[in-house]
């Protein structure tokens, strides 16, 4: 695993049971039967010391420290904004127009919309469904749901990005 600047392993407690095995030797399968499969690592040791590949670890050294290393890092950085470290011209404020945090976006009115977050009540709540409210007032919020992609995936796919309502 790694954690940011955290290299750990992460040794087998048993071993796989029935057809199950690590997602990323599925996905190398796949690579194979789509002809790309020379290009991942072909077991676990080939795994390891493809992501320590850019560290200055080897595999070996790894274990030697007993399973864990970690590379230096820079210490986080507070109040970025006062040391005009957010924005190219190197001055205090943040990257906006007005150098400001901006609630009100500067850049979405220029281009005709509404400056501030915008609030949509949702299908079925206690304001819009008062008669569901009273048979169940829990509400449960899991979240908005994107049905036509995941996370950063799936974007370029015209089947999918046909059904989206605001496709990217």
């Known amino acids: 695993m790694t954690y940011g600047p955290l290299f750990r392993l992460r ?5 796989p049971i029935g057809e199950s095995r690590n997602s990323f030797f599925i ?9 790309y499969g020379h290009l991942y690592p072909r077991n676990e040791e080939e795994l390891l010391r493809h992501v320590l590949k850019g560290s200055p670890f080897t595999l070996e050294e ?8 970690q590379v230096e890092a ?15 011209d190197g001055r205090p404020g943040f990257e906006t127009r ?18 501030l977050p915008v609030y949509t009540e949702p299908a079925e709540s206690p304001v819009s469904q008062p008669h569901l409210a009273r ?11 994107v049905t036509t992609d995941f ?4 974007h370029g796919i015209p089947g999918l990005a046909k059904n989206d309502r605001n496709p990217p």
Do not use: C
């Not at 820079?74 to 190219?88: D, I, N, P, T, V």
């Not at 996370?151 to 799936?154: D, E, G, N, P």
């Open 135 to 145: 048979e169940f007032p829990l509400v449960f919020n899991s979240g908005s749901r």
């Open 11 to 15: 040794e087998k407690v048993i071993e």
């Open 151 to 154: 996370r950063s995936q799936f």
């Open 62 to 69: 790894v274990r030697a420290a007993g399973g864990q290393v």
């Open 74 to 88: 820079a210490l986080m950085q507070y109040k970025k904004w006062e040391k005009g470290l957010l924005r190219s």
């Open 27 to 35: 996905l190398t399968e796949l690579a194979e039967r789509l002809g």
């Open 98 to 115: 007005t150098g400001k945090f901006e609630i009100a976006s500067t850049i979405l009115e220029e281009h005709g919309y509404d400056p």
